[in-house]
C-alpha cells in the first residue's frame, strides 16, 4: 500500500514570495489545482480520519484520491510530518465532469468502494456528495539539496494562505537540510498539521457560524420605540 510521507510548513506572503524568487532556477512546472472534497453532511469521512478528494490539475487532468493512516507509521511523529496511505486514480475528463455535475458514491470506481466500507462500515454511500472547492497555484521546484519543494499559495473563501510542502522517503534528513536552507534565508520554521482539507472544513463552519448569526440577527424583533 502506497505511503505519502509529507513535510508541512506555514508561511507568510513575504515568506512565500522570497522564497519563490529564490527558487526561481529550480522551477520545474506551475499548476493551477482545484480540490473538490467528498463527504456526507455528517463528515462521516473526516471523523474517521479519511479524505476523499477529486483534484483537477490545469482544466484538463482529473485524479480521485483516497487517504488515510497508517497503523503502524514508519517513522517517528514530529512537527509538520504527515504519514498516510494514499490511493490514488487517474480519471478521464468526461467521467470526471459528470462527477462534478451530478456526483454519486455509488459510481466510485470498486476499489474506492471496497476501501472506503472497510474502513468506515457505516458510510452510506448514497449520502456522500461534493462538500466544495478549494484552488491552489502551485509551484514545483526541484532543489538537488533538499528535494521536490511545492510552494503553493491557496484560496478560501476570498482569503489567500501560503504553505510549502516536500514528499520524501527520508523525512528527517530533509527535514534537517530545508531547515538549514530556510535559516540561510532568514526564515524561520513554522510546520504545519493542518491538511488543506481541515482548511476548507474550518472555513465552511466559519462561512455557516457567519450565516447563522446573520439570519438571527435578522429574526430579532426591533425594539419599540416611545412616542
Known amino acids: 500500500m502506497p505511503l505519502e510521507i509529507e513535510l508541512k510548513y506555514a508561511l507568510s506572503k513575504t515568506q512565500y514570495t522570497h522564497l519563490l524568487a529564490y527558487l526561481r532556477t529550480w522551477i520545474v512546472r506551475r499548476q493551477h489545482i482545484e480540490n473538490f472534497y467528498i463527504d456526507d453532511s455528517k463528515l462521516t469521512?473526516?471523523?474517521?480520519?479519511?479524505?476523499?478528494?477529486?483534484?483537477?490539475?490545469?482544466?484538463?487532468?482529473?485524479?480521485l484520491t483516497l487517504k488515510f493512516d497508517p497503523k503502524n507509521p514508519p517513522h517517528r511523529r514530529t512537527r509538520g510530518l504527515s504519514v498516510r496511505h494514499e490511493i490514488e486514480e487517474t480519471m478521464n475528463g468526461p467521467l470526471a465532469r459528470r462527477f462534478l455535475s451530478d456526483f454519486s458514491g455509488r459510481a466510485l470506481p470498486r476499489r474506492f468502494v471496497r476501501w472506503l466500507l472497510r474502513l468506515c462500515p457505516s458510510l452510506d454511500l448514497k449520502e456522500l456528495?461534493?462538500?466544495?472547492?478549494?484552488?491552489?497555484?502551485?509551484?514545483?521546484?526541484?532543489?538537488?539539496?533538499?528535494?521536490?519543494?511545492?510552494?503553493?499559495?491557496?484560496?478560501?473563501?476570498?482569503?489567500?494562505?501560503?504553505?510549502l510542502e516536500i514528499e520524501t522517503s527520508k523525512p528527517h534528513e530533509t527535514q534537517r537540510r530545508l531547515h538549514l536552507l530556510l535559516k540561510k534565508l532568514g526564515m524561520k520554521p513554522r510546520p504545519s498539521q493542518k491538511s488543506k482539507l481541515a482548511?476548507?472544513?474550518?472555513?465552511?463552519?466559519?462561512?455557516?457560524g457567519n450565516r447563522i448569526r446573520c439570519e438571527n440577527r435578522r429574526s430579532k424583533p426591533s425594539p419599540r420605540i416611545k412616542i
Not at 497555484?137 to 494562505?161: T, Y
Not at 482548511?199 to 455557516?208: D, I, P
Open 129 to 163: 456528495g461534493i462538500l466544495g472547492k478549494l484552488s491552489l497555484f502551485r509551484v514545483i521546484h526541484e532543489l538537488p539539496a533538499v528535494g521536490i519543494i511545492e510552494l503553493d499559495k491557496g484560496s478560501l473563501g476570498g482569503e489567500n494562505f501560503y504553505e
Open 45 to 63: 469521512l473526516r471523523r474517521s480520519r479519511i479524505g476523499l478528494r477529486l483534484r483537477r490539475v490545469d482544466k484538463t487532468k482529473y485524479f
Open 199 to 208: 482548511r476548507f472544513l474550518e472555513k465552511q463552519s466559519e462561512v455557516a
